[in-house]
């Protein structure tokens, strides 16, 4: 039983996952705030008792604290049950839920950038790296018809043509991930460097 964690952006949500793939369970909110007071709780609710035999969580790009605090609760669970725990990208979650043969991604960033990377399906892969472009930049590089992500709306705006899917990731939908994009290093992708410079 897999026990899905996602805290990266607005949105909130775990999910128990079976063996065969099928959801046993999930809790899904979006809460834009306050990650750190609802995820924990929202775990506890949803296992009810139970203990999976793995975790997955979202590393990001996203929201610096909400990236943080799915991180650090996924670390404490796996080393408190000692089990496997691996990630995978905010990117890549919503990419894997649109059925278009090619799709943009477009996250809100930090100081009024996007988060943003093009994929294509069959298998599911991304196009180009991750990249935090202010919106006109970001139309420029991202020229599939379909944007999905919470920043689809500002990038379309700024293009001026193509179609918006305003969705964030969600726990219960890594279901459609494939394997190798369930992998990753449970660490941050920030998708930007730090605002703050070291000391000279």
Not at 34 to 62: F, K, Q, S, W
Not at 116 to 140: K, M, N
Not at 178 to 193: D, F, H, S, V
Request: with cysteine; hydrophobic share 50%.
């Amino acid at each position: 039983m897999l026990l899905a964690i996602d805290s990266a952006t607005a949105a909130c949500s775990a999910a128990l996952i079976g063996l065969d793939g099928a959801l046993i369970d999930e809790r899904y909110e979006n809460v834009g705030r306050g990650h750190a007071e609802r995820l924990v709780p929202m775990i506890a609710e949803l296992l009810d008792g139970r203990v999976p035999t793995a975790i997955l969580v979202d590393c990001g790009p996203g929201s610096f604290t909400g990236v943080r605090v799915g991180l650090a609760a996924a670390h404490g669970l796996a080393i408190g049950w000692k089990i496997p725990l691996s990630g995978y990208s905010s990117m890549a979650a919503i990419a894997a839920t649109c059925g278009e043969s090619e799709v943009g991604v477009a996250l809100v960033g930090g100081h009024g950038e996007l988060f943003v990377q093009s994929w294509r399906h069959d298998p599911l892969e991304p196009l180009d790296d991750l990249a935090s472009l202010a919106p006109q930049q970001a139309a420029e590089a991202i020229r599939a018809e379909l944007v999905a992500g919470s920043g689809a709306q500002a990038l379309i705006a700024a293009r001026g043509y193509g179609r918006a899917l305003d969705v964030l990731p969600r726990a219960a939908n890594i279901r459609v991930l494939p394997q190798e994009l369930t992998r990753l290093p449970a660490k941050p992708i920030y998708g930007r460097a730090p605002d703050a410079k070291p000391m000279a």
